[in-house]
């Protein structure tokens, strides 16, 4: 792998090896840029992941002090994990499910399709969905994804057999067992699933898509790019111009460094790319970079969710085969008569008993619980994925009071429920319940959220400086050669999935920064 020293000037830095940050990588290097990428966890090979869920939590998972607030379930049930991300060269996909719905037209132009809604701070994208649709394509091709451009579907396992009936039961027509980023068979010299159930503990096996197994071994192949893990950003500085010039970070001994950049990328998703970006505040910029207009770690989205298990007479052992494996899209539609904006999928989801103790009743315990325990090999699960209304009160902010290993101020997520997510989150409860029943459940229960997989949405995308904290191509507002490359740009969530568009954003903002460095202009 190449190496390149501290005060290379002419490096493009990016922070995080995620689905953006990776993707964007290789795009830079393929095009012929020098690429220096900081990580802030370790390199793991994927022969030294676990198939144990309480130990490839521990292995895989970002638990640095954090902090829940609001009214979510999560600031009571689980305070100090709002989100679940990974802290690994690979980012959040190493725990990722692999379903890759696009967004739908409709989902860019949310306050054009669905008015003005009060509380809601909706606004509609300032980019045609016409131009992601070559990017989708090519995502969807790089992941391997099911069900697209000739690919095979997924084999329909009892999970998702239980629950396919169940959908077909209750009149719906749209559901699969994918799109989904797993191979089905050998593709782009990964190997075909075996189905082993253990794709959130990291895939040993490596079917599933992840930058660890596909963009980042590419990047290096370039000999354009370094990976330095165990390297955590603290901070961008800027030069007298106002433009970024290097990173600060800590590596693996806590020694302070810093990168020299001729551009940065920040990808740490959306609660420590707004963190970055809040702790490098400096002249001009008091209130953080790209802050001016106050939309900086607003508007957060983690999607409308739950889940809803129903236990069966015969076995289902839904812990078999692919994680997340089918998908029903008959609700992902907008139709203001059910009583809320925007839509869901019902995705099927396994647990291993571990997760199941843990989430199915947070906090449980007594004979009722112990029951369910007991019928855990007759149990089918299913998540509810919405799309939550974006509120400037919804936010992440730097703690007073905690803080992280390095002694830097903690990330305080908060979130109070829109009225509008009450009422989709009950329409799907009800949806799935009637769906198990018809399939002859002999009982059902509901299980509020999980820790957040989807973070959304913190530094928004806007055309207009004053309405967000991103320019159409994802470059920081007054800061000409910074950029966010993951989740935080959206400017509104979807229902979808968001990794694919994830990947598709940074496929198309890497194309942009290529022809903008040669014309001279960046």
């Keep these: 792998m190449r190496h390149y020293e501290l005060d290379d000037a002419d490096v493009a830095v990016i922070v995080g090896s995620g689905p953006g940050g990776a993707s964007l990588a290789l795009r830079l290097a393929r095009a012929g840029l020098d690429v220096v990428m900081l990580e802030s966890g370790r390199w793991i090979d ?31 049930d689980f305070p100090a994990l709002p989100a679940w991300n990974g802290h690994a060269v690979g980012g959040t996909a190493l725990l990722w499910t692999g379903l890759t719905p696009r967004f739908k037209d409709h989902e860019f132009r949310t306050r054009s399709s669905y008015g003005e809604i009060a509380g809601a701070s909706l606004a509609d994208w300032p980019i045609d969905p016409a131009e992601l649709a070559p990017y989708y394509e090519e995502s969807e091709r790089a992941m391997g994804v099911s069900h697209r451009q000739g690919r095979p579907p997924m084999p329909a396992n009892t999970s998702y057999r239980v629950f396919a009936n169940g ?23 990964r190997p075909g699933t075996i189905q082993d159930g253990f794709n959130s503990q990291g895939d040993r096996h490596r079917s599933k898509w992840t930058p660890l197994v596909s963009e980042i071994p590419k990047a290096i192949a370039t000999e354009r790019f370094e990976l330095r893990p165990e390297s955590h950003a603290v901070r961008i500085t800027l030069d007298a111009a106002g433009r970024a010039d290097g990173v600060e970070y800590l590596d693996r001994d806590g020694v302070l460094r810093r990168q020299r950049a001729a551009l940065v990328a920040v990808a740490g998703n959306a609660i420590e790319t707004p963190r970055l970006l809040l702790l490098s505040a400096t002249v001009g910029h008091e209130h953080g970079l790209g802050n001016a207009s106050d939309h900086l770690g607003r508007h957060y989205m983690r999607h409308t969710t739950g889940v809803v298990y129903g236990q069966f007479p015969e076995e289902v052992h839904m812990y078999r085969g692919e994680n997340m494996a089918g998908i029903v899209a008959d609700e992902s539609r907008h139709d203001p008569e059910r009583g809320f904006a925007g839509g869901y999928y019902l995705e099927t989801i396994s647990q291993g008993l571990p997760s199941f103790t843990t989430f199915m009743e947070p906090g449980g315990w007594g004979a009722d619980f112990t029951a369910r325990v ?4 007759r149990t089918a699960a299913s998540w509810i994925c919405g799309e939550d209304l974006p509120q400037p ?15 830097l101020p903690a990330p305080e997520v908060h979130y109070d429920d829109h009225p509008n997510d009450v009422a989709m989150r009950e329409h799907a409860y009800g949806r799935v319940e009637a769906m198990f029943r018809a399939v002859g459940a002999e009982r ?6 999980m820790p957040s997989g989807h973070n959304l949405g913190t530094a928004r995308m806007s055309a207009d400086p004053a309405n967000g904290v991103v320019d159409p191509e994802g470059r920081v507002h007054g800061v000409p050669n910074l950029f966010v490359s993951d ?32 014309r001279g202009e960046l």
């Design 46 to 76: 994927p022969e030294d992941f676990v198939d144990d869920e309480r130990i490839a939590f521990a292995q895989l998972s970002w638990l640095e002090a954090r902090r829940a607030t609001g009214g979510w379930t999560l600031a009571q």
């Design 167 to 189: 959908a077909e039961r209750v009149g719906y027509r749209h559901y699969a067992t994918g799109p989904y980023a797993t191979n089905v068979e050998p593709y782009d010299g």
């Design 374 to 377: 007991e019928g855990y090999p």
């Design 393 to 407: 009160g919804n936010r992440v902010t730097l703690s007073d009071e905690l803080v992280d290993r390095w002694g």
């Design 444 to 449: 059902v229960w509901r299980a509020p959220a």
């Design 487 to 518: 989740g935080s740009v959206f400017t509104t969530g979807a229902a979808a999935n968001p990794t694919l568009t994830i990947m598709a954003l940074s496929l198309r903002q890497g194309d942009r920064i290529v022809d903008t460095r040669r």
